[in-house]
């Protein structure tokens, strides 16, 4: 029996996305005295002179400078409660989750879900007030010592294996048990591509901007408008005008009436239609006319 694929899918990158700072900056480092500037300086010295991937090290340097000093996952998560965001979040979560969508929508089972894919802490990101509004958060992973402090990197997740989970995403496997491999027909698995919006903020997240064009799903690249560099902008420029990853680029604001959420409302809105059609030609394709009598 087919899935009801009746899930429209919102998946977004951490790190400059939803959040202006890098979560290590805004609250581990005031937390345990670290110097950024110091910090990104050893990571940078770990992938250039010994080869390491950048996940792996700054998760190397956090141990390093931490010493003695490692905290448990459960104070990292404590830290995520500091975390900040862009103007509008976390509470365009509830609204594009209820009222967006019309009764009819509704009624054919039609449902907003949203899900984070960041090669920072997952720790950190499930004590932020955005937690509770995920269906699922995949990100970088610690294991604890026998005194419950981080110990050794338990998962790491590189820009190029962040495209592992939108087929999880796509296939419903979110036990990281699960094969996400495995094969499974395309009428079974329960979020369809073209049922994706990915929102991602640079060159890290083009493995994902790709898979997502390939397989018939949309994105956008968020750009801060406040950064007076206009780095920020010139990057999402770049992907669109010239590299040809992606159609949309939008400011990153996500209150109602935002370029951002404009564009996010309407392709929720299209998807849902296209969803409703699709039901609707099934359910004529499997009707039986009554014989008319003359």
Known sequence: MAAPQNIIAIVYDYDQTLSPTYMQEETLFPAFGIDAAKFWKRCAELVKAQGYDNELAYMKAMLDYLGFDRPSNAELQALGEKLTFYPGLPEMFEELNHGLLTPEQEAHGIRVEHYIISSGLKVMIE??????????????????????????????????????????????????????????????????????????????????????????????????????????????????????????????????????????????????????????RETEAGTVRAPKHS
């Open 127 to 280: 004590g932020s007030r955005l937690a509770k509004y995920c269906r699922a958060i995949f990100g970088c992973e610690f294991a604890e010592d026998e005194h419950g402090r981080i110990a050794f990197p338990k998962r790491a997740i590189s820009h190029t294996q962040k495209t592992q989970f939108l087929f999880r995403i796509n296939k419903g496997l979110l036990d990281l048990s699960q094969d996400v491999n495995d094969h499974m027909p395309a009428d079974l698995r329960p979020v369809p591509f073209p049922h994706m919006i990915y929102l991602g903020d640079g060159p890290t997240d083009v493995p994902c901007f790709t898979v997502i064009r390939q397989y018939g799903g949309q994105a956008i690249a968020v750009y801060n408008a406040a950064e007076t560099s206009r780095a920020s902008f010139k990057k999402c420029f770049q992907l669109a005008a010239h590299a040809d990853r992606l159609k949309h680029i939008a400011p990153s604001d996500y209150r109602q009436g935002s370029h951002l959420r404009l564009l996010l409302e309407q392709m929720v809105q299209e998807i849902a239609e296209k969803i409703v059609a699709e039901r609707l």
